[in-house]
């Protein structure tokens, strides 16, 4: 009997010490887990905090007004909330920032940076809305287009189709959509954007009218004869489409 003793007492030794060993083991594992996560959350608030800074001296002029910075404002917001996209989003919105504080300055550039500064504007605003909402993209670029690296595009000419598409959609009606459009061939720039609207924003835009009015006097100063934009509006869809030829407009300034 007092040798089974021994036994069951060597053993809930040995039970005792292999459960404080694993909790031990358990717990600095959480600890080290613990570090890392606040480690890389206070990297990516510094990160935000600099990104911030640089918003407020975000200064871009057009017609007598200034490009909206609540736009940049809720894009980082929506950064911000989508921790699973942080690092690749937040590269996307350094292009842009670096396009609207360096190459904005420019009277002209490329088809290839607008289009590209398009692109990573359209891929931020992505974030903000469900993997299952109703998103169509589509780009075709002929990148051997004469006018693709030539100085002939009015830079951010495309910001406001894509700021009214995300800003005015009602992304919880089930028949809601944005599709948005992109075309470079033979000197003819195309780009259409359509959305679904709530009925608040069709009343809004009922009474306030369909889009910005500094963009069609932008255009009209910039490319005079060389460009269309037709608006539309039928049953809460609405639709932009903006056409510049840009390889008559190159040509003009060549010659002039």
């Not at 292999?18 to 990516?44: E, H």
């Not at 292009?95 to 904005?104: A, W």
């Not at 005015?168 to 000197?187: M, P, V, W, Y």
């Amino acid at each position: 009997m007092e040798g089974n003793y021994y036994m069951i007492h060597d053993y809930l030794i040995f039970i005792g010490v292999f459960a404080i060993f694993f909790l031990l083991t358990v717990s600095i594992y959480l600890f080290s887990q613990n570090s890392r996560f606040r480690q890389k959350n206070t990297r990516l608030t510094e990160t935000n905090k600099i990104i911030e800074q640089k918003l407020n001296e975000v200064q871009l002029e057009h017609i007598g007004t200034k490009l909206n910075p609540h736009l940049f404002k809720n894009i980082l917001n929506s950064v911000q909330s989508h921790a699973y996209q942080t690092y690749m989003s937040l590269d996307k919105l350094a292009n842009v920032l670096d396009y609207i504080l360096y190459e904005s300055n420019n009277k002209f550039v490329s088809p290839k940076e607008e289009l590209n500064f398009a692109l990573s504007l359209i891929e931020i605003n992505k974030i903000k809305i469900n993997p299952l909402f109703d998103f169509r993209i589509k780009s075709r670029i002929n990148k051997s287009d004469t006018v693709y690296e030539e100085k002939v595009f009015a830079p951010l000419i495309s910001v406001d189709l894509i700021e009214n598409a995300f800003k005015h959609t009602d992304f919880l009606a089930q028949d809601s959509f944005i599709s948005i459009h992109l075309e470079l061939e033979n000197g003819i720039f195309t780009m259409k954007v359509s959305n679904k609207a709530s009925l608040k924003n069709v009343l809004a835009k009922e009474n306030s009218g369909f889009g910005s009015q500094s963009l069609d006097q932008r255009l009209k100063m910039i490319y005079n004869n060389h460009y269309q934009l037709e608006k539309s509006s039928k049953n809460g869809i609405f639709t932009a489409e903006l056409k510049i030829n840009l390889g008559e407009f190159y040509d003009k300034m060549r010659y002039s």
